[in-house]
Each structure stands twice: as structure tokens, then as C-alpha cells.
């Protein structure tokens, strides 16, 4: 009778970054879409996890993301980034309604010797697939944006790193007594990435 065993992937360092920016790009397209900071029309479906998955065709924020997830995938690659937030803000007044935060745990024995771990693709991306489907399914537990947004993406790094000159120092953009949801979360064995919403109370929840 033949036997078998769960077929194991190599993950490297760099296929790990390259991985987990992939996911930050795609999750910061779902979540502009769900949060409806971009009109509908302005994105179009492509298959990605197993799933539909919404890009936009906005040229501007095409660009802006092509360029985040190629840095993020560097530092990454380096060890030297610990978060990501995507925020945001009333266009109006620049109040942070909403933060989406990606915090990254890295294996600092694979930076600093180069070792590699070993976990089934088929399994990372059903992990993904977790995280995509609680950020489509965002409107039955956040209230609704009912104003015109814009959007900002904060990277927290080691001090010792350089940013490059597109990048500012910032300050956390953060929401006054928030309320938070914790979301799925997925991991190479290289790089772990855990993901929370906060977003501004309602305000007639204070009231009942």
C-alpha cells in the first residue's frame, strides 16, 4: 500500500518577502475597493489565492503600490520591517477613521545564516485566502465610511534603516479609544504577519 506525506515547499528569505509584499499589495486593493475609497468602476478582477480579487486601474495608485510593495519586499528581505499600517482618513479634515495593521515577525536566525524553512504553497495560501475574505467581508463589521477618503500607508523599520527620499517620517496616525478586530493570520515560516482593524467609534454606540 503506498503511503504519503504532506509535500513540503522551500521558502527562502527572498521567496518569503517576495510572498508576503505580493499579499500587501493585494490586500491594500481589497481594502480600498471594500472601503469603497475608490469608485467600483475603477478596478477590474483578476484571479489571485484561489479567489477574485479587485486591482485598480487607477494609474496614480497603481504606481503607488507597484513602488510600496518593491520597497517593502527589500526590507523585508533585510529583516528590518517589523509593521505595516494602512490608513485611513476623512479627505475633508484628515481624521484617521480606519487603520489596518499588518504586524511582521521575522525569523532572525534565516536573516542572519541564511537558513531555510520548509511549508506547503497550497498552505500559505489558504492561510491568505483567510485574511482575503475577512477584508471582503469588512462592511458586516465596520461602520460605513460615509464621506469622501483618502488613503496613506505608514511602514514602521528598524532605526539603522535609510528610507529612501519618497518616504517621510510620520507621525502613528492613530484613533482616540478605538475599536479593534483581529484578523486571521498567515506565516511562512520566515515571516509571520498578524492583521488588525481599528477603526473610530460610532457614535451612537456611545449613546445606547
Not at 117 to 136: H, L, P, T
Not at 146 to 158: G, K, N, Q, R, S
Not at 160 to 181: F, R
Not at 193 to 201: A, F, I, P, R
Amino acid at each position: 500500500m503506498a503511503s504519503r506525506t504532506a509535500s513540503k515547499d522551500i521558502i527562502t528569505l527572498r521567496g518569503s518577502a517576495a510572498i508576503v509584499s505580493e499579499f500587501f499589495g493585494y490586500a491594500a486593493n481589497s481594502i480600498l475597493y471594500n472601503r469603497a475609497v475608490y469608485p467600483e468602476e475603477s478596478f477590474t478582477k483578476v484571479k489571485k489565492y484561489g479567489l477574485s480579487m479587485l486591482l485598480t486601474q487607477d494609474e496614480g495608485v497603481k504606481n503607488f503600490i507597484a513602488s510600496l510593495t518593491s520597497q517593502l519586499s527589500e526590507w523585508l528581505e533585510a529583516g528590518k520591517l517589523q509593521r505595516i499600517v494602512l490608513v485611513i482618513m476623512s479627505k475633508a479634515t484628515s481624521e484617521v477613521l480606519e487603520r489596518w495593521n499588518f504586524n511582521i515577525v521575522t525569523d532572525a536566525e534565516v536573516v542572519e545564516k541564511g537558513a531555510i524553512k520548509e511549508k506547503s504553497d497550497k498552505e500559505i495560501m489558504r492561510e491568505i485566502q483567510a485574511i482575503m475574505r475577512q477584508i471582503a467581508s469588512c462592511i458586516t463589521y465596520l461602520p460605513c465610511l460615509d464621506e469622501p477618503c483618502v488613503f496613506d500607508v505608514l511602514a514602521y523599520t528598524d532605526t539603522d534603516v535609510d528610507a529612501p527620499g519618497t518616504w517621510v517620517e510620520s507621525d502613528a496616525k492613530l484613533i482616540s479609544n478605538p475599536q479593534m478586530v483581529k484578523l486571521h493570520s498567515f506565516d511562512t515560516k520566515i515571516h509571520k504577519v498578524d492583521t488588525l482593524v481599528s477603526y473610530k467609534n460610532d457614535e451612537w454606540d456611545d449613546e445606547e
